[in-house]
């Protein structure tokens, strides 16, 4: 079994008024060294397998059911196996 992290954030083009909204909090806060906030979600998926069998399948979630590519666009990272 494999466990995978799939990061889901909207693409450098699209507006995030999450991370906007939030960077500005944080200039409120008197941090103007930040300059830019992205808001995005993660997946913690288990799969049986390892290798090829779990890259063809979070890449079949991810294309099918995660991710809006007009919008968005994912990365994953094997966090282990057992």
């Given amino acids: ?25 944080i200039h409120t806060l008197g941090h103007d060294e930040v300059k830019d906030v992205q808001v995005g979600k993660f997946f913690d998926v288990t799969v049986e397998g390892t290798g090829k069998v779990v890259e063809k399948t979070i890449e079949e979630i991810a294309d099918q059911l995660l991710v809006n590519f007009n919008m968005e666009t994912y990365k994953y990272q094997v966090m282990g196996e057992d």
């Fill in 1 to 25: 079994m494999t466990k995978v992290r799939i990061f889901v954030t909207y693409k450098q083009s699209v507006f995030d008024p999450q991370g906007e909204t939030i960077k500005d909090a």
